[in-house]
C-alpha cells in the first residue's frame, strides 16, 4: 500500500527527511515513531500528496507521489495534528463540506455512518466550536474517513483524549486495519504504538530502525532473566557467568539480572546453578523491556545521550 | 466546477456568521447608496441649488452635461463625485472576507485538511476567489440599481437618471468594479501569506483603496475630471495589473507554498 524508495525532502540547507525506504503493507498498522522535528509530519505530508519529495519515489495506494496526486488524495485519508475544523459550521455540515470534496457518492449516509460510529449523531446540528478536544478529535478521524480511504495517515489521534475516548479510537484502528486498510500511525505514545501497531519504524531524519515491536526488543536487548535472592553475594555471580548459555550478568541491589539466549532451555540450569550455590532464590521472572526502552535507545535520551 | 460551488457555499456559510464581516458587507452599501440619494433629495429640494449654470461647472465638466439644465448639470457633478466611492465596495468587501477566509483558515489550522483533499489548488483559490468577489459585485450592482431607482423616486428627472446611466457609470459599474473586486481579492491572498491574524490582513489589504481615495480627492480639488476616457483608462490599466495580480497569487496559492513558506 505504501512502498517509499530513498525518499528525501531538503527545504533549502535543512534536510529534513533523507534516504527514507520502507513498505507498508494493506491490513497494517504502522508505526512511526520519532522526537519533534524527527521529519515525520513532512514525510505523512509527502505521502499524501500536500509536498513533493526532493529525492526518491514513493507510491501509496498504487499512485505514484509528484504524478498522480489528485488520484491518490481521494485514496488516502489523513488526520492532521491540529483537528482543524470549521468552528462556526456544526459537525454535520464540516463533514458534509469534506465529502462533497471527496466526491463521495452517498454524502448524506457516509456522514451519518461516521457520525453514529464515533458518538456524535446527537450532537451533529452544534457548532463545533462548543465541542471538546475528545469530540473534536473524533469528528477529525470522521472526516478522514469519508472517503473511505485505503490508506490512512493518524498523527497522534488519541493526544487529546479522555482513557475511554482513546480506548474508542484505539478500536477503531483496529477496526480500520481488519478491514484491511493501510494505517500509517504517527505516535509518541509507545505503549499505545506497542499495542496497536504491527511493525514500527524509528525515524530521526532518517530511518533508525524498522520491525515488529517484539523483535525490536530482542534486537537491541536480548532476553533477560531476573533472579529476585533473600541475600546477594557475589559468588552467585561467578557461579551463573561460568554457564555456557549466559551472555551476561548483571548485579542490582538483590537482584541478578542473567541475558540469555534462549531463557526456556537455560533457566532449569541456572535456577539449579543458584541454588547448588546456596542461593535463595523468591522470585524468578523475565525482565520485560519496553517499546520506549528501544525508542530511547535508538534515539536517545531527551538530552541526546544514549540510554544504557 | 461543483468544487468551486461546494466551497463557495462553505464560505459564505462560515464567513457570514462573522458579525464583523456582515457589518462590512451590510454597512458600506447601505451607506454609499444612502448618501448619494441624499445628496439628490437636498439638492433637488425647494431652494437646494437655486439657479445654477453650467458656467458655474468646471469648463471641462460642462462639456459631459449636455443635454441637462444647469441644476441638472450640478447635481450630476456632485454625484459624479460618489462614483468612486462607489468603487470602495468591490475594493472593501473582498478584503474583509477574503482576509477572514483565509487567513481564519491559517488561524484555526483548517487549511491542511482542506489542502489534502482531491480539490486543486485553482479550484481552492476560485472557490475562495469568488467567495469574496462574487458578493462584492452583487452589492455594487444592486447598490447601483438602488440607487437609480432610488433617485427617480426622489423626483430626479429622467435626463440626469439617464445620464447616470451612461457609459462612464455603466463601465465603471460594470467592468471597472469587478476588476477591482479581482485585484482586492489577490491582494488579499497575498498578505494573508504573510499574516495569521485576520484582522491585520484585512487592515494592510485595506490599503488598496489608498489610490482610489487619491483619485477621488483629485477629483474633488478639480485636478482629476472623472470621464469615460479615464475610466477606460482605469479598466485597461486594471485589466494587465489584475492579470499579473492573479498570476502570483495562484504561485502563492500552492500546496507546497502555503504549508511550508506562509507564516
Same mark, same amino acid.
Given at each position: /500500500? ?81 483537528? *482543524? ?11 458534509? !463540506? !469534506? ?16 457520525? &453514529? ?11 463545533? *466550536?462548543?465541542?471538546?478536544? *475528545? ?9 478522514? /474517513? ?76 536480548? &532476553?533477560?532473566?531476573? !533472579? ?30 542473567? *541475558? ?49 | ?52 449654470? #453650467? ?40 478584503? #474583509?472576507? %477574503?482576509?477572514? =477566509? ?5 488561524? #484555526?489550522? $483548517?487549511?491542511?485538511?482542506?489542502? %489534502? $483533499? ?21 452589492? #455594487? ?41 479581482? %485585484? ?36 474633488? =480639488? ?20 489584475? =492579470? ?20
Amino acid at each position: /500500500m505504501i512502498v517509499t524508495e530513498g525518499l528525501g525532502k531538503r527545504f533549502g540547507e535543512l534536510q529534513a527527511v533523507e534516504d527514507l525506504s520502507l513498505r507498508v503493507h494493506a491490513g497494517e498498522v504502522f508505526g512511526f515513531l520519532g522526537p519533534n522535528g524527527a521529519g515525520k509530519t513532512t514525510t505523512v505530508r509527502m505521502l499524501s500528496a500536500l509536498i513533493g519529495p526532493t529525492s526518491g519515489k514513493a507510491w501509496v495506494a498504487g499512485c505514484e507521489v509528484g504524478r498522480q496526486d489528485g488520484e491518490l488524495r481521494r485514496k488516502v485519508g489523513i488526520l492532521t495534528e491540529s483537528p *482543524g475544523l470549521y468552528d462556526r459550521l456544526s459537525a454535520e455540515r464540516n463533514l458534509e !463540506f !469534506f465529502a462533497r470534496l471527496y466526491e463521495v457518492a452517498d454524502v448524506a449516509g457516509q456522514v451519518e455512518r461516521y457520525l &453514529r460510529l464515533l458518538g456524535l449523531w446527537d450532537r451533529r446540528h452544534e457548532p463545533v *466550536g462548543g465541542f471538546s478536544k *475528545g469530540m473534536r478529535q473524533k469528528l477529525a478521524i470522521a472526516r478522514a /474517513m469519508l472517503h473511505e480511504p485505503q490508506v490512512v495517515f493518524l498523527d497522534e489521534p488519541t493526544s487529546a483524549l479522555d482513557p475511554e475516548a482513546a480506548r474508542l479510537v484505539r478500536e477503531f484502528v483496529a477496526e480500520l486495519k481488519h478491514e484491511g486498510r493501510a494505517i500509517f500511525l504517527c505516535t509518541h505514545n509507545l505503549d499505545e504504538a506497542d499495542r496497536l501497531c504491527d511493525r514500527v519504524a524509528v525515524f530521526r531524519t532518517r530511518l533508525l530502525a524498522l520491525d515488529t515491536p517484539a523483535a525490536l526488543r530482542r534486537q537491541l536487548f536480548g &532476553r533477560s532473566v531476573v !533472579f529476585h535472592l533473600r541475600t546477594m553475594e557475589a559468588s552467585f555471580a561467578e557461579r551463573v557467568r561460568a554457564l555456557p548459555a549466559v551472555q551476561s550478568v548483571q548485579i542490582v541491589d538483590r537482584k541478578l539480572v542473567v *541475558g540469555l539466549e534462549d531463557p526456556e532451555s537455560a533457566n532449569p540450569q541456572l535456577i539449579r546453578a543458584l541454588v547448588e550455590a546456596g542461593a535463595d532464590i523468591q522470585f524468578v521472572g523475565e525482565l520485560r523491556r519496553t517499546l520506549e526502552d528501544v525508542y530511547l535507545k535508538l534515539v536517545g535520551t531527551p538530552d541526546g545521550i544514549p540510554a544504557t | 466546477m461543483r468544487k468551486i460551488g461546494v466551497i463557495i457555499r462553505k464560505e459564505w456559510s462560515e464567513v457570514f456568521k462573522n458579525r464583523l464581516v456582515l457589518g462590512t458587507v451590510g454597512f458600506l452599501p447601505l451607506m454609499l447608496t444612502a448618501m448619494p440619494l441624499v445628496l439628490l433629495r437636498v439638492m433637488g429640494g425647494e431652494g437646494g441649488l437655486g439657479e445654477v449654470g #453650467t458656467s458655474d461647472m468646471p469648463a471641462s465638466f460642462a462639456r459631459l452635461c449636455e443635454g441637462l439644465s444647469g441644476a441638472e448639470c450640478a447635481q450630476y457633478f456632485f454625484v459624479t463625485e460618489f462614483l468612486l466611492l462607489y468603487m470602495l465596495m468591490p475594493l472593501m468587501i473582498p478584503v #474583509t472576507i %477574503a482576509a477572514y =477566509s483565509i487567513v481564519g483558515e491559517k488561524s #484555526t489550522r $483548517t487549511l491542511e485538511p482542506l489542502l %489534502a $483533499t482531491p480539490v486543486t489548488t485553482i479550484e481552492l483559490l476560485a472557490g475562495k476567489g469568488l467567495a469574496a468577489v462574487l458578493p462584492a459585485i452583487g452589492a #455594487t450592482w444592486l447598490s447601483f440599481a438602488v440607487f437609480a431607482i432610488g433617485a427617480r423616486l426622489l423626483g430626479v428627472g429622467p435626463r440626469l437618471v439617464a445620464k447616470l446611466a451612461d457609459p462612464m457609470w455603466l463601465l465603471a459599474i460594470f467592468i471597472v468594479g469587478p476588476l477591482l473586486a479581482i %485585484a482586492s481579492v489577490s491582494v488579499a491572498v497575498m498578505i494573508s501569506s504573510r499574516v495569521n491574524e485576520p484582522r491585520v490582513a484585512e487592515q494592510l489589504a485595506g490599503l488598496v483603496v489608498l489610490p482610489l481615495l487619491a483619485l477621488f480627492f483629485g477629483q474633488v =480639488s478639480g485636478l482629476i475630471l472623472l470621464n469615460l476616457r479615464l475610466v477606460l483608462w482605469m479598466a485597461v490599466g486594471l485589466l494587465a495589473l489584475d =492579470s499579473g495580480l492573479l498570476a502570483f497569487a495562484v504561485q502563492l496559492f500552492q500546496r507546497e507554498s502555503i504549508l511550508t513558506r506562509w507564516k
